[in-house]
């Protein structure tokens, strides 16, 4: 029996980086939280505790912050900066997967009008980004994913759930017209590495929005493929979505003990459990590319 090191990476995770425009009165914030990953000829490091090829993790770090100096522009476009970098940076790394999320700030109105300099956080939802490059130059194997998470949504009708089987275990009432909520998180992989990178974000979350409203839903896994099926249609360079969808559930609370009839006014909103719907959406006439998918975690 021979025992051998497989597939590994290394890398800093969650560098949390601001960056502040004041090229004119009215600022403009970017943050970002950014995980490198270096892929390549580590070997010796694992087995005989080599440094010789390991960029120290503080470097990754210290790039980070280097490269935001000359601006951030988009998180792909900062993601693809990063990741060419690290994977030409030496002839034995390989390749660099970059992760981001970005925060959004909105501007603090006053007076009616937003405020030039002073902001408050979006809500929960985050703009995520990751970019893999595998090799170095024009030949290079690049891809940009997009995508989102922490984006919660509810439709107070328009959503029903009947026909499913029932056994001895089953208690659950079907329904014609039900709350439906989740909170959104997808990705989706684009075609090109060279692209308007905010413009093709900005279509695919509204063409998920839309198809989330406007769908007649009969189960959530039907929502499921509106939104992905909306988002490659609002966009030829999206080759394939995928959606992590929990089912926010709602319940019609019970005021039968007040002596009060609830006709579908008053609900509790449970946490926990809850149902979790997963899938992707893809065209059938573009290739797959398992290698912009790896090391990203959470959908089927």
């Not at 403009?28 to 950014?34: F, I, K, P």
């Not at 034995?92 to 992760?99: E, H, K, L, Y």
């Not at 019970?254 to 893809?282: C, K, W």
Request: some cysteine.
């Amino acid at each position: 029996m021979t025992i051998r090191l497989g597939r590994n990476q290394y890398g800093k995770a969650e560098v949390r980086v601001v960056a502040v425009d004041r090229s004119s009165a009215r600022h403009t914030l970017v943050d970002l939280n950014v995980s490198s990953s270096l892929r390549g000829d580590f070997t010796a490091a694992h087995t005989a505790g080599d440094n010789a090829h390991v960029v120290a993790t503080d470097t990754q770090k210290n790039t980070v912050f280097a490269f935001a100096r000359d601006g951030i522009a988009s998180p792909e476009a900062f993601g693809l900066r990063l990741a060419r970098h690290f994977a030409g940076a030496h002839d034995w790394i390989t390749g660099a997967r970059i992760g981001i999320e970005s925060y959004g700030w909105s501007r603090i109105p006053v007076g009616g009008r937003p405020h030039d300099h002073a902001f408050s956080r979006d809500g929960g939802e985050v703009r995520t980004a990751v970019v893999t490059v595998d090799g170095d130059g024009p030949d290079a194997d690049v891809h940009v994913l997009a995508g989102l998470t922490g984006l919660v949504v509810l439709k107070t009708t328009g959503s029903e759930f009947w026909g499913f089987p029932r056994d001895r275990y089953t208690t659950l009432a079907e329904t014609r017209d039900r709350i439906l909520a989740t909170a959104v998180t997808a990705r989706w992989r684009y075609t090109s590495a060279d692209l308007d990178w905010d413009t093709a974000f900005a279509g695919a979350r509204t063409a998920l929005l839309e198809a989330f409203a406007g769908t007649h839903s009969l189960a959530l896994q039907q929502s499921l493929y509106a939104m992905g099926e909306a988002a490659l249609e609002r966009n030829p360079d999206i080759a394939e979505i995928r959606l992590s969808l929990p089912n926010k559930h709602h319940f019609l609370q019970d005021l039968s003990a007040f002596g009060l009839d609830n006709p579908d006014i008053v609900y509790h909103a449970d946490d926990r459990p809850y149902g979790l719907i997963e899938g992707t959406v893809e065209r059938d006439d573009v290739p797959p590319a398992p290698a912009a998918w790896e090391g990203t975690p959470g959908f089927c």
